[in-house]
């Protein structure tokens, strides 16, 4: 009798072994190999043994463009980050940290979606179905053609799915569901990449519409083998903390749209509920304060008025400390040895700290003469107008550079009521009611406060 191989699995990303590893080699990850049985490796060996039918390679002049009908989750923020609506057959995943609102997000969608005439069936493997229900309740969800079911087992959910016809499926989450084709533990590696499979193919075939909820990692990453993301056609994050009114989803992957655009959502009793005025979510106004700055940010094809707050204190300690929230810790060290270094700026004994307010995290550089303006206010202790916009990236050498669309965020500044605008350079177009100040390089800005 043969002896039977030793086939070892990274539970981080799928990578496989004949023997046991510390470190995974793919992914980086310690400790993260285990060993699969018997069963497992015959699933594995049978599955690949299949072929389908021989295709033949065209030229890419002969192959026709396909065009994707895309039906509205009434939902305008949703509608916006998933690039126009939601596409049938395709497969999306949403994570974030616990409490953020996925299932509350979802659930209110298959109400919206029930109420248009669409078939949903809402699959649970956390909950019962009456907490689903007292949930719905409350979200105005309690519609005909919004189905629940509180299943783990993946061959019970298709069973369901072959007895009636649904247009939307929504698996929550799929790290509580497993396969009796695999013999690992429900949310190991095998068993996601098997469900996922057999979920994408459904949705392919029927053209079904999938929604995944899967649970992040304390990094931030969605839980389980990254393969999960490849899979998907549609990966969304929740952004923002658990204890504030406002959520951000944002796009991180789109075969269908684009990754741009953002949508921004608001807990209320109702649950999460499209944002309808942001404008004045992420900044006061009022009298002019010490270490505070205002800046417009692009968030997609959104202008989005943001508040930079930075205190700079003594520090007691050999070595100073640098906080940011909201804000790149690295650019932040690159600008504070920008200014040591240009306008002799003794900040190597300052402790400094930086607070984007509103709880949003800023992507983008054109923030960077905000945030050099709120360090040097705190640092002098002289307050800034809030009736002027800081809009510029800075360089290493303390060039100000132009950003892109400063047009349209010198127009929402003026819809906001500002009057004053520090920039790179002067736009092509005067904008009435806003004036714009040129600073082209640091000393000049410090000149102008």
């Known amino acids: 009798m043969a002896k039977q191989r030793r086939l070892f699995e990274c539970q981080a990303c799928g990578y496989q ?16 190999f285990l060993e699969l049985s018997t069963e497992q490796q015959e699933f594995l060996k049978k599955n690949s043994s299949q072929s389908g039918a021989k295709t033949k390679a065209l030229p890419i002049t002969e192959i026709e463009e396909e065009e994707y009908r895309r039906f509205s989750s009434n ?4 509608d916006l980050v998933l690039g126009g609506g939601i596409v049938p057959g395709a497969l999306t995943l949403i994570g974030g940290s616990p409490g953020v609102g996925k299932s509350t997000l979802l659930l209110k969608i298959g109400g ?44 019970a959910i298709f069973s369901e799915l072959t007895s009636k016809s649904y247009d939307v499926l929504i698996i929550d989450s799929i790290q509580t569901l497993y396969s009796e084709k695999i013999t690992s533990a429900p949310g190991s590696v095998s068993q996601v990449r098997e469900i996922t499979f057999e ?5 392919k075939e029927k053209e079904v519409a999938i929604f995944i909820i899967g649970h992040i990692t304390k990094e931030g990453s969605i839980a389980g083998p990254r393969v999960l993301e490849h899979m998907v056609d549609t990966v969304l994050y929740f952004e923002g903390d658990a204890n504030r009114e406002l959520r951000m989803l944002r796009g991180i992957k789109n075969r269908f ?25 992420f900044f006061t106004r009022g009298e002019a304060s010490v270490g505070s700055a205002i800046t417009v940010l692009m968030e997609g094809s959104r202008p989005i008025v943001l508040e930079v707050q930075a205190l700079v204190a003594q520090s007691g300690y050999p070595n100073p400390k640098r906080s940011a929230t909201g804000y790149e810790l690295n650019r932040l060290t690159m600008l504070l040895a920008l200014l040591e270094r240009k306008l002799d700026l003794p900040l190597n004994e300052y402790d400094v700290f930086i607070n984007i307010a509103g709880g949003i995290k800023i992507g983008e550089t054109a923030a960077d003469l905000a945030v050099i303006a709120a360090i040097v206010s705190s640092f002098r202790n002289r307050p800034v107008s809030k009736d002027t916009i800081f809009v510029g990236e800075v360089s290493l050498i303390g060039d100000i550079r132009d950003i892109y669309n400063l047009d349209i965020r010198l127009r929402e500044a003026k819809t906001q009521g500002f009057k004053r605008a520090i920039v790179p350079k002067l736009p092509i177009e005067n904008i009435p009611g806003i004036k714009c100040f040129e600073a082209n390089e640091v000393s000049k800005l410090i000149d102008w406060m």
Not at 75 to 78: F, N, S
Not at 199 to 203: E, I, Q, V
Not at 260 to 281: D, H, P, W, Y
């Open 75 to 78: 939902d305008p923020e949703l």
């Open 17 to 32: 072994s004949g023997k046991w590893l510390c470190k995974c080699p793919e992914c980086g990850a310690w400790d993260q």
């Open 112 to 155: 919206n979606l029930a109420k248009s005439g669409k078939r949903v069936l809402y699959v649970s493997g956390e909950e019962s179905l009456g907490q689903i229900k007292l949930r719905a309740n409350r979200l105005d969800a309690n519609e005909e053609r919004l189905f629940l079911l509180s299943e783990i087992k993946l061959e």
């Open 257 to 281: 749209g684009s990754t741009s655009e953002v949508a921004i959502f608001e807990m209320s009793k109702q649950g999460l509920v499209s944002a309808q005025n942001i404008s004045r979510k």
């Open 199 to 203: 979920l994408m193919r459904y949705g």
